[in-house]
T-cell receptor
C-alpha cells in the first residue's frame, strides 16, 4: 500500500532556530513530491520536487529530494513566529493529480 | 481572481443524517478534487471530477459521493453520517487536474457529527 510518512509529528522551536522536517514515501508510481504549508485551513503550495529537479530554495526555505532513500527534507532557517503551521508532504502518483499526503508536521515557533 | 470557495464553512449534524457540501472552483478551472482531513489520518483523497465526470476515486465507502455541474461547481454528499466523519473537508481546483502542483485549495468545511 502506498504511504507517505512525516516526522516529527510536532516540533517546538524558538525564533532564529533552524529546523528540518522529514518526509519518506513508498509509492508504486512516483511523479513528484510536494510540500505545503497549512496555517489555518487551506494548504498553500511551497515546492515541487521531481526526479529531474531534486533541490528547491525560496528565501529561508529549502527542500531536497533523495531519490535513492525515497525521502525529502524541508529546511527552514532563522525561523519566525509566522512559520508556525502544519507542513504537509504529498506525493503525486501521476493519475490525474491524485495526491497521497503524510499526516503533517506541526511546527510551533516561540518568540 | 477569486479563489476557491466552499460552503458552508461550518456544519453540525447528527449521526444518521446526510450532508451536502459545495465547492466553487477558480474561474476557468475544470478539475475539482475533494479531500478529508482528520487528526488521526491526515489529508486523504476522496475523489476528483473533471468536466462533470468522476475521473479518480479514493478508498472511501459508498456513503461518500459527489458530482460536478456544467459550470464546474462541485458538491459532495455524505449519507448516514457517522461520528468518524467529523473532519475538515477540503476541495481543490485546477485547470486540467493533470498537474498536482497546480491545485489551489479552498478554506474547507468543518463538519462535526454528534
Amino acid at each position: 500500500e502506498d504511504k507517505v510518512v512525516q516526522s516529527p509529528l510536532s516540533l517546538v522551536v524558538h525564533e532564529g532556530d533552524t529546523v528540518t522536517l522529514n518526509c519518506s514515501y513508498e509509492v508504486t508510481n512516483f511523479r513528484s513530491l510536494l510540500w505545503y504549508k497549512q496555517e489555518k485551513k487551506a494548504p498553500t503550495f511551497l515546492f515541487m520536487l521531481t526526479s529531474s529537479g531534486i533541490e528547491k530554495k525560496s528565501g529561508r526555505l529549502s527542500s531536497i529530494l533523495d531519490k535513492k532513500e525515497l525521502s525529502s527534507i524541508l529546511n527552514i532557517t532563522a525561523t519566525q513566529t509566522g512559520d508556525s503551521a502544519i507542513y504537509l508532504c504529498a506525493v503525486d502518483r501521476g493519475s490525474q493529480g491524485n495526491l497521497i499526503f503524510g499526516k503533517g508536521t506541526k511546527l510551533s515557533v516561540k518568540p | 481572481k477569486a479563489g476557491v470557495t466552499q460552503t458552508p464553512r461550518y456544519l453540525i449534524k447528527t449521526r444518521g443524517q446526510q450532508v451536502t457540501l459545495s465547492c466553487s472552483p477558480i474561474s476557468g478551472h475544470r478539475s475539482v478534487s475533494w479531500y478529508q482531513q482528520t487528526p488521526g489520518q491526515g489529508l486523504q483523497f476522496l475523489f476528483e471530477y473533471f468536466s462533470e465526470t468522476q475521473r479518480n476515486k479514493g478508498n472511501f465507502p459508498g456513503r461518500f459521493s459527489g458530482r460536478q455541474f456544467s459550470n464546474s461547481r462541485s458538491e459532495m454528499n455524505v449519507s448516514t453520517l457517522e461520528l468518524g466523519d467529523s473532519a475538515l473537508y477540503l476541495c481543490a481546483s485546477s485547470l486540467t487536474g493533470t498537474a498536482a502542483y497546480e491545485q489551489y485549495f479552498g478554506p474547507g468545511t468543518r463538519l462535526t457529527v454528534t
